[in-house]
Nanobody, 121 residues
Framework: QLQAFGGGLVQAGGSLRLSCRDS????????VGWFRQAPGKEREFVGG????????YYTDSVKGRFAISRDNAKNTVYLQMNSLKLEDTAVYYC????????????????WGQGTEVTVSS
């Protein structure tokens, strides 16, 4: 199961780095995706990274602000979030992609507990 951590309270314009760790060391051969869910909203795709780390994908609203990287030796994927906005407030999750459309949460499994990010004005 993957575990996301590193969330917290940050002012708008600030930065946070989230980490996603795989305690079972199973995701080194999988794309890993980051999702987020704001109160009252559906879970949405934020971005993903290929298993080699050579390809990354982002939803339009975070392009140029967020960056995903991975260190397979440490079984960890990172989400660097810069220039945070109020609308980035959400619980962030990571999961391993299994098959299908990588934008869809149904294409992922090994969801762990998320980490909450709150952006204040």
């Amino acid at each position: 199961q993957l575990q996301a951590f590193g969330g917290g309270l940050v002012q708008a314009g600030g930065s946070l780095r989230l980490s996603c760790r795989d305690s079972r060391r199973t995701f080194s051969n999988n794309m890993v995706g980051w999702f987020r869910q704001a109160p009252g909203k559906e879970r949405e795709f934020v971005g993903g990274i290929s298993w080699r780390g050579d390809r990354t994908y982002y939803t339009d609203s975070v392009k140029g602000r967020f960056a995903i990287s991975r260190d397979n030796a440490k079984n960890t994927v990172y989400l660097q979030m810069n220039s945070l906005k109020l609308e980035d407030t959400a619980v962030y999750y990571c999961a391993a992609h299994r098959s299908g459309n990588y934008h869809s949460s149904s294409s992922y499994n090994n969801w762990g507990q998320g980490t909450e990010v709150t952006v204040s004005s």
